[in-house]
């Protein structure tokens, strides 16, 4: 994959993910992972969505792995799975 530029990492942090479609058919170990905690976070809080500046900071990754992760959050989003949001600076989900 291409390197991203500064400005794309960043507004990915600020994004959100969007849980669209319950189910882990075809994913693999990290896509399961983040299907499991946008699951979670439905069961717990009544929506089905999270800050992935959140997720980051909850499976704890460094280096390698933060370029997976957002890879397999690529994956999930081009299988329709979940949506990436792009927060506008004024707008707040509730």
């Not at 990290?30 to 992972?33: G, K, M, P, Q």
């Not at 976070?41 to 089905?48: A, S, V």
């Given at each position: 994959m291409a390197r991203r530029t500064k400005e794309e990492a960043q507004r990915t942090i600020k994004a959100v993910a969007v849980l669209i479609r319950n189910t882990t058919w075809k994913c693999g170990r990290?896509?399961?992972?983040v299907i499991k905690y946008l699951q979670a976070?439905?069961?717990?809080?009544?929506?089905?969505?999270s800050y992935i500046r959140d997720m980051v900071q909850y499976f704890k990754l460094q280096g390698k792995q933060k370029s997976e992760f957002f890879d397999a959050l690529r994956r999930l989003e081009r299988r329709r799975i979940i949506k990436i949001e792009m927060l506008k600076p004024e707008s707040a989900l509730s």
């Open positions: 990290i896509e399961r992972l976070h439905l069961r717990r809080n009544g929506y089905p969505w």
